[in-house]
């Protein structure tokens, strides 16, 4: 008895997977696993958030890829303390918080 139906065996970079549910929960799942493995410094609360309702999410992303609404961007890598607080100033500027009257920043 085989339990992966025979669409799985070979995925495609088409729509049709794309927006596919099973295949958006398991490369869900991976990323997931992988960010939380390999970054220690990760902010996992929005992971914890979206588990609770991936069913949802991934609804969302659906509708959002057919209509055209989801785009892909660079990935932007900020290396930040998870005990320290940060905020962006404008697009591509950051820096952290000044608490104590100094921005080690510069920003």
């Not at 085989?2 to 799942?29: C, F, G, M």
Request: hydrophobic residues 40%.
């Amino acid at each position: 008895m085989n339990l992966l139906s025979k669409k799985y065996r070979e995925l495609k970079p088409t729509a049709d997977y794309l927006t596919d549910p099973v295949v958006l929960a398991q490369a869900w799942k991976k990323a997931n696993q992988h960010i939380r493995i390999t970054n220690w410094y990760a902010e996992t609360f929005e992971l914890d958030r979206t588990i609770i309702d991936l069913e949802t999410k991934l609804a969302e992303w659906k509708v959002n890829y057919e209509k055209k609404g989801l785009s892909f961007e660079q990935l932007k890598f900020v290396l930040a303390p998870k005990n320290s607080q940060w905020e962006f100033h404008e697009i591509g500027v950051f820096g952290s918080i000044d608490l104590n009257g100094t921005d080690p920043a510069g920003c």
